[in-house]
C-alpha cells in the first residue's frame, strides 16, 4: 500500500532555529518524493522533489530508503516559512498520483 | 505562463443537491487531476484523465461523483446528490504527461449544510 506519514500536525519554532519536518512512507517500488508547500491564501505549490536534490529557499531534504524517510530540513527558520508543509510520494514514470501526508503546520515564532 | 484555473472559489449548498466545479489547465498539460482535501487531510486522489480518457477514478465514489474531460481540455467534476461528508476543498491539477510535477488551481471551497 501506499502511504505517507506526517506524525506531527503542529510544529513551531523561534526564527533563526533549525526546522526539521517529518516524513515516513511505505511503497512497494521505487517512489519519487515530494514537499509541497501551501502559503496563508496560496495555492499548494512545490518546494522540492528528491530527484533534483537542489535547496530551495533553504530547505533540503534527503531520501533515506533504509528507514524510508524523507525529512525536510533547514538550518535556521525565517519567518516567512510559517506554511502548511505536505509530504507526498508518486511513481517514478512520468504523470502519475501523488499520495500525500495529512501535512505538518510549520509556526515560525519572532 | 497563466496557471491553473478553477471556478467558482466557493459554494455553499444543501444536502442533496447537486453541485459542479470547472477546471482549465495549464495550455499543453496534458494530465489533469481532481482531489478532494477534506479539513485536516491531505489531498486524496479522485480522478486522473490523459487527454480525454480516464487513467484512474479508482477513489472516486461513483453513485454521486462524477467528471468529464471532453475535449481533452478543460474539465468538470460534479456531486449529485451532495452529502454532508462531501464538505471539503475541491482542487484541480495539471501535468506534461512525462513529469511527476504537478501544478494546482486555487481550488473549489464547498460547504454542505
Known amino acids: 500500500a501506499q502511504r505517507v506519514t506526517q506524525p506531527e500536525k503542529l510544529l513551531s519554532v523561534f526564527k533563526g532555529a533549525p526546522v526539521e519536518l517529518k516524513c515516513n512512507y511505505s511503497?512497494?517500488?521505487?517512489?519519487?518524493l515530494f514537499w509541497y508547500v501551501q502559503y496563508s491564501r496560496q495555492r499548494l505549490q512545490l518546494l522540492l522533489r528528491?530527484?533534483s536534490r537542489e535547496s530551495i529557499k533553504g530547505f533540503t531534504a534527503d531520501l533515506n530508503k533504509g528507514e524510508t524517510s524523507f525529512h525536510l530540513k533547514k538550518p535556521f527558520a525565517q519567518e516567512e516559512d510559517s506554511a502548511m508543509y505536505y509530504c507526498?510520494?508518486?511513481?517514478?514514470?512520468?504523470?502519475?498520483?501523488?499520495?500525500f501526508g495529512q501535512g505538518t503546520r510549520l509556526t515560525i515564532n519572532p | 505562463e497563466a496557471g491553473v484555473a478553477q471556478s467558482p472559489r466557493y459554494k455553499i449548498i444543501e444536502k442533496r443537491q447537486s453541485v459542479a466545479f470547472w477546471c482549465n489547465p495549464i495550455?499543453?498539460?496534458?494530465?489533469l487531476y481532481w482531489y478532494q482535501q477534506i479539513l485536516g487531510q491531505g489531498p486524496k486522489l479522485l480522478i486522473q484523465?490523459?487527454?480525454?480518457?480516464?487513467?484512474?477514478d479508482s477513489q472516486l465514489p461513483k453513485d454521486r461523483f462524477s467528471a468529464e474531460r471532453l475535449k481533452g481540455v478543460d474539465s468538470t467534476l460534479k456531486i449529485q446528490p451532495a452529502k454532508l461528508e462531501d464538505s471539503a476543498v475541491y482542487l484541480c491539477?495539471?501535468?506534461?504527461?512525462?513529469?511527476?510535477?504537478?501544478?494546482f488551481g486555487p481550488g473549489t471551497r464547498l460547504t454542505v449544510l
Open positions: 495550455s499543453g498539460h496534458a494530465t
Open positions: 491539477a495539471s501535468s506534461h504527461p512525462m513529469s511527476n510535477e504537478q501544478f
Open positions: 507526498a510520494l508518486s511513481g517514478i514514470q512520468g504523470a502519475q498520483k501523488l499520495v
Open positions: 511503497y512497494s517500488g521505487s517512489p519519487e
Open positions: 484523465f490523459q487527454n480525454n480518457g480516464v487513467v484512474d
Open positions: 528528491h530527484i
